[in-house]
């Protein structure tokens, strides 16, 4: 029995439990996917925003700019790379310019610090590959890069190293109330909690739907991506476009690990699964970001992916205790600027849970820090001798994109809420991310998880529990047992 289940490890799931991590509460975190952060966490613009375009009054904004303010410690704390790059928001016309006052005049209702409208001289000095045709911009030097599931899961990490049950591949499929308890059930096991903490993103409703009436639903709404090589170092900020009624539009921005990317379209859609790109959406980002800057070149292009907005037809955050099931916590309708908000929707979460358990003792044993993860491309020549003298697999490159080492893949592996399949490594130190996306190390990775999980190498899996990459031996040995050329064995066959 838990006093706590957390549905859906994502960034609200996962930044919920390792907040609950410091109180004296037992929790479980539960995840339909094999993996931490394999929903809209794993496909979005990665933006730390600073909280100028959040509709004052709104719980987005309520949250937004604490959120963005946390990130700096956070990261510090959890590990994980974090860039203050500042933003700007490009006006084209003397009209635009209108709205980039109103955002800014939005930003000081929302708490938001140093931010600046300026003249297209100084925001070409910032970012010298933006359009000439730009009049001006708001720029906001809080806004910030993060790689989003590297936070999740290191939130993740930390939270089970604070205490806190992890339970992977268990979709909830249906919740009962019974004698003041929450019985949980997926397909092959049972939880009873007496809070239950709804963080499941484009299904949040259909979990609300379990306990309680229809509220509120999920609109799901798609956005496109292209991602460019490391050697296009296009710009040092994120660049918007004035927003429109469907977001925040088309931006160009540079990742935390050095790549640049446009994106992302805006496309309302009825099927929450579905993350393909297409050739509208694609040709949609690329017209719009060519308004920003010219001289992206479709050749350096490494890889196109879709992320899927949860929002909710409240248009805003929907988060709170039901009002028909006492102990069900919503944290639902997280769209953007969800990444941002979430470290501080989890202390307001907190807070509610404080409240319905009357109070909650401090975890004396918890602990803010992850053990440290060793970048290896990042060590000076010293270190990397060092190191590789402790141990030879830092010393074997696997990935020879990204310079990733075989002593952090399996780093990797071994960490708490380690990774478990290939695209699990990927999300964890990149390998496969680079120019030639996996093509080169792909196989070499799959060996040492199969090594290291002690598993059959045709049963690593891509992410998901079937999603064999192996389907059986090209050239079955048997055959060959007894005759010794190919002609002899084709005969056999
Ligand atoms: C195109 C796009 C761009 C964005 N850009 C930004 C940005 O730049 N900055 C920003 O701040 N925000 C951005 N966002 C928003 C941000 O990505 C989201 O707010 C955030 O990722 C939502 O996190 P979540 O934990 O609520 O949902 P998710 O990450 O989707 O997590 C929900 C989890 O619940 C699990 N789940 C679902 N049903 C069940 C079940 N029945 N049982 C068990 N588990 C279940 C899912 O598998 C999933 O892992 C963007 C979003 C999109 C789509």
Not at 139 to 146: D, L
Not at 296 to 303: D, E
Not at 408 to 417: G, N, S, Y
């Amino acid at each position: 029995m838990y006093d706590i289940a957390v549905i859906g490890a994502g960034i609200a799931g996962c930044s919920i439990a390792r907040e609950l991590s410091r109180y004296n509460v037992r929790i479980i975190l539960i995840e339909k996917n094999s993996d931490v952060a394999d929903g809209t966490t794993k496909a979005n613009s990665a933006i730390v925003h600073a909280g100028y375009d959040t509709k004052p009054g709104t719980l987005k904004a309520r949250f937004n700019a604490p959120g963005a303010q946390m990130y700096e410690r956070l990261c510090s704390e959890l590990d994980v790379p974090y860039k203050k790059t500042g933003s700007l928001v490009l006006a084209f016309s003397l009209d635009e310019m209108k709205t980039i006052q109103k955002l800014y005049d939005q930003g000081i209702s929302n708490g938001v610090s140093d931010m600046e409208i300026i003249g297209k001289d100084k925001v070409l000095e910032i970012d010298s590959n933006l359009s000439d045709e730009l009049v001006g911009a708001l720029y906001a030097r809080n806004a910030g890069i993060v790689s989003p599931w590297e936070l999740a899961i290191a939130l993740a990490e930390n939270a089970v190293e604070n205490g806190v049950n992890l339970l992977l591949d268990s979709e909830v499929t249906n919740i009962e109330k019974m004698n003041g308890l929450y019985r949980l059930h997926m397909e092959d096991k049972l939880v009873e909690a007496r809070l239950v903490i709804n963080c499941a993103g484009l299904y949040s409703d259909k979990i609300n739907e379990m306990v309680a009436a229809p509220s509120f639903k999920i609109l799901p709404r798609r956005g496109q991506y292209n991602v460019f090589d490391k050697s296009l170092n296009f710009v040092n900020t994120v660049i918007f476009q004035c927003p429109s009624d469907l977001g925040k539009g088309v931006l160009i921005s540079p990742t935390i690990h050095g790549n640049t990317f446009i994106g992302p379209d805006a496309e309302d859609i009825q099927d929450r699964e579905s993350v393909q790109t297409t050739m509208e959406g694609i040709s949609y980002i690329w017209e719009a970001s060519a308004r920003s800057a010219k001289g992206l070149k479709p050749n350096a292009v490494i890889t196109a992916f879709a992320g899927i907005r949860a929002r909710s037809s409240t248009d805003d955050f929907v988060i709170g205790e039901s009002k028909e099931a006492k102990g069900f916590i919503n944290v639902a309708g997280i769209e953007s600027p969800g990444l941002t908000a979430a470290p501080a929707i989890a202390i307001h979460v907190a807070d509610i849970v404080k409240e319905l358990m009357g109070g909650l003792g401090a975890n004396a044993d918890f602990n803010p820090a992850r053990r440290k993860v060793l970048r290896f491309i990042e060590l000076s020549e010293e270190d990397k001798n060092i190191l590789i003298k402790q141990d030879p697999r830092y010393g074997r490159i696997i990935c020879r994109c990204e310079s990733i080492t075989e002593g952090e893949i399996v780093d990797a592996i071994h960490r708490k809420a380690g990774a478990r399949s290939l695209d699990g490594v990927k999300k964890r130190v990149r390998p496969g991310s680079g120019r030639c996306q996996g093509g080169f190390c792909g196989p070499k990775v799959m060996e040492i998880l199969a090594r290291e999980l002690g598993i059959d190498i045709k049963d690593v899996v891509k992410n998901s529990r079937k999603s064999y990459i192996l389907t059986g031996e090209t050239k079955d040995k048997s055959l060959y047992e007894d005759v010794h050329d190919f002609a002899a064995a084709s005969k056999k066959i």
